[in-house]
């Protein structure tokens, strides 16, 4: 009858259980079992929260590339008159801007006037990009009209610039104060050419949540931009939002059509491509270290259940006498190492899901230690180190650390299924 026992049954479960907790002076490996399982928790909480941090970096510098810059930048090639001089404004903008409005799939244009320049605040200078753009387009973008942190009124726009929050704390400037705009490309003179200044109210201060945008950016109202580069009655380019950033490419051959003669195109993917295609050759770079380290945490229970099977050759050598079969004995032990892989395993879901839910204080902890070193802005361009939870990322790690766990089970629970009873008690 003991053939036809079924697949884990009762009594399997409790020898199986009993050999987990036995004491070290009754033959138990107690101590392995710890190690183990603490081998296994510590693996997958790493996993999952080295998985947590780069989907959350990832997606929160997407997000803010494309909250604040342009999905897709239309604008015009090097055009070269008859007299030498060379430009690439658009002069008829208004209806170029109809027309790529018209396709399908764009939500948004721009016509801007872009400008590199210096602005100043009394004895401060800071090297700034001018945005000259409308009131109204300037409330359409998101990081801008709902930053993280804003002063001021967006709607006073018309009556002074809008500056990031970097640049007003490099000019030392709040709402109300004034700021000077100085470009060298001024008015030409017998002497030479003069830098052009003008002097604006800051009225709007804005945290887009990218160091490099707070640290340079300035909106400047359009028509005044028009003035201040001497761009009367033209455009530099158009800033354009699509409703899926993912798939801009595929209006490539619209929006050229749509911009006339000259026209080129700059995405986001163009800008910033091959800083993701970076991101995920380090994912998969990570994600295989961090495989090996589940591994070698899920080795320690091979190692703990060779010692079980040699310590318990005796109880093995009594069952198999007492008619269980080879697969009751594997099954005990496949019980013994699978259980402690899918408790460490549950453990580490759970410290890995805590840590990035509770990121940000912890972090706040780690940077005060670090006397707020930790994290440099400027150097990786976020202000702080975001973490997203994503079902797949907890289920890949689950699913590789219960899968390691339960492989290598097998070869010492096979161990001990063909262990011959005469030779496990010949000695006893």
Not at 77 to 92: F, K, M, Q
Not at 181 to 186: M, V
Not at 393 to 401: E, F, K, N, P, Y
Request: charged share 20%.
């Amino acid at each position: 009858m003991a053939g036809s026992t079924a697949p884990f049954a009762r009594f399997e479960w409790m020898i199986a259980w009993r050999y987990l907790r036995a004491k070290r002076a009754e033959g138990g490996v107690s101590v392995m079992t710890w190690i183990s399982l603490i081998g296994i928790t510590l693996a997958v909480f790493a996993l999952i929260a080295t998985l947590a941090v780069r989907s959350g970096f990832r997606a929160e510098f997407v997000d803010t590339i494309l909250g604040a810059n342009a999905h897709v930048t239309v604008y015009r090639s090097l055009d070269v008159a008859a007299s030498g001089a060379t430009s690439r404004t658009i002069e008829d903008f208004d209806a170029v801007a109809a027309k790529i409005a018209a396709i399908e799939g764009v939500t948004r244009v721009a016509p801007l006037i872009k400008g590199n320049v210096m602005a100043n605040a009394t004895d401060r200078n800071a090297g700034v990009e001018v945005f000259g753009i409308t009131l109204d387009n300037l409330k359409t973008i998101p990081r801008i009209a709902q930053p993280e942190e804003g002063w001021g009124d967006i709607n006073r726009f018309d009556k002074g610039v809008a500056l990031g929050s970097g640049v007003a704390r490099e000019l030392g400037v709040a709402i109300g104060d004034r700021v000077k705009i100085i470009s060298p490309n001024g008015v030409r003179t017998a002497f030479g050419t003069s830098p052009r200044v003008n002097a604006y109210e800051v009225v709007y201060i804005f945290t887009a949540g990218r160091f490099d945008i707070d640290r340079t950016r300035v909106y400047m109202p359009f028509e005044a931009a028009q003035m201040f580069f001497n761009r009367d009655g033209v455009a530099d380019e158009f800033e354009v939002m699509v409703a899926e950033p993912e798939k801009v490419d595929d209006l490539t051959m619209q929006l050229i059509d749509a911009g006339g003669e000259r026209t080129l195109l700059w995405t986001w993917r163009d800008a910033s491509g091959s800083f993701l295609r970076a991101l995920d050759i380090e994912d998969n770079v990570m994600f295989i270290i961090l495989s090996i380290l589940v591994l070698i945490a899920a080795m320690n229970i091979v190692s703990g259940l060779i010692m079980l099977v040699k310590n318990k050759g005796r109880d093995i050598g009594i069952l198999r006498t007492m008619g269980l079969t080879e697969g009751s004995i594997l099954r005990v032990f496949f019980i013994c190492g699978a259980f402690t892989g899918l408790i460490g395993t549950t453990l580490g879901v759970i410290l890995g899901c805590l840590f990035a839910l509770y990121i940000d204080p912890i972090f706040s902890i780690v940077n005060s230690i670090g006397a707020g070193g930790v994290w440099d802005p400027s150097i990786r361009g976020l202000y702080r180190l975001p973490a997203q939870l994503r079902f797949e990322d907890v289920a890949s790690a689950v699913a590789l650390s219960l899968g390691l766990s339960f492989v290598v089970t097998i070869f010492p629970a096979r161990r001990a299924a063909r262990m011959n009873p005469v030779e496990a008690l010949r000695y006893e």
